[in-house]
């Protein structure tokens, strides 16, 4: 089983829809999260980080993080055809050095 | 703003031979990963230096060998190529150590082997 889940889609919405991106994660050691969104054969970019548990907003980009749960979530509001990509969940447990990615979720906005 | 640095950007090599990917950080930037990226997986952590020491190690074959140099680029070594070890092939750098240091990825290296 892999260390950090992550629904592979492709996920199909509307323009202006609210999309949900989710991972799920077997290691309690980390602490530090992140959504990095992948244009096609491009690298990966952050768009978020969060540490501990809760909630982090940055304009139409809201990160939840539910450590009891062992499971993370980004919220994209309005979403624009631009927003279509992939998008990586990605862990890291204090202190090392190595990110821990999800398989990716590919997302299209449809205009 | 300056990026990460790979080179080359795409590269075919036969099986059995060697293939050298380079990676220069960002300006300042001390550590440098690198991430193995196989048709529609994930990114797989191969290895990591920080300071020109090995800090970490992922699933880095044997055949595969890097170091990062004076001036922080460093290179991954690839030899008796594979079919399957085609696949795009990112570093990333960040700055200092400890917590959460945000890791900028370049554009990869895609490496193709025939």
């Known amino acids: 089983q892999k260390e950090v889940e992550q629904d592979p889609g492709p996920l199909s919405v509307p323009e202006g829809a609210i999309v949900s991106l989710n991972c799920t994660y077997s290691n309690s050691a980390f602490q530090y999260f992140m959504w990095y969104r992948q244009y096609s054969r491009k690298g990966p970019e952050l768009l978020m980080y969060?540490?501990?548990?809760g909630n982090k907003e940055d304009g139409r980009f809201t990160a939840q993080v539910d450590k009891s749960s062992k499971y993370i979530s980004l919220f994209i509001r309005d979403s624009q055809p631009s927003d279509s990509a992939t998008y990586l969940c990605?862990?890291?447990?204090?202190?090392?050095?190595?990110?821990?990615f999800g398989t990716g979720t590919r997302l299209k906005v449809l205009a | 703003a300056a990026g990460v640095i790979q080179s080359p950007r795409h590269l075919i090599k036969e099986k059995r031979e060697t293939a050298t990917l380079k990676c220069y950080p960002i300006p300042r930037h001390d550590t440098v990963y690198w991430y193995q990226q196989g048709p529609g997986q994930d990114p797989q952590f191969l290895i990591s230096?920080?300071?020109?020491?090995?800090?970490d190690k992922g699933s880095i074959p044997d055949r595969f060998s890097a170091q990062q140099f004076s001036d922080y680029h460093s290179e991954l070594n690839m030899s008796s190529l594979e079919l399957g070890d085609s696949a795009l092939y990112f570093c990333?750098?960040?700055?200092?150590?400890?917590?959460?240091?945000?890791?900028?990825f370049g554009p990869g290296t895609r490496l193709t082997v025939l």
């Open positions: 990605a862990m890291s447990v204090q202190r090392t050095y190595k990110y821990i």
């Open positions: 969060t540490y501990s548990s």
């Open positions: 230096f920080y300071e020109k020491m090995q800090s």
């Open positions: 990333a750098s960040s700055h200092g150590t400890g917590g959460y240091n945000e890791q900028f």
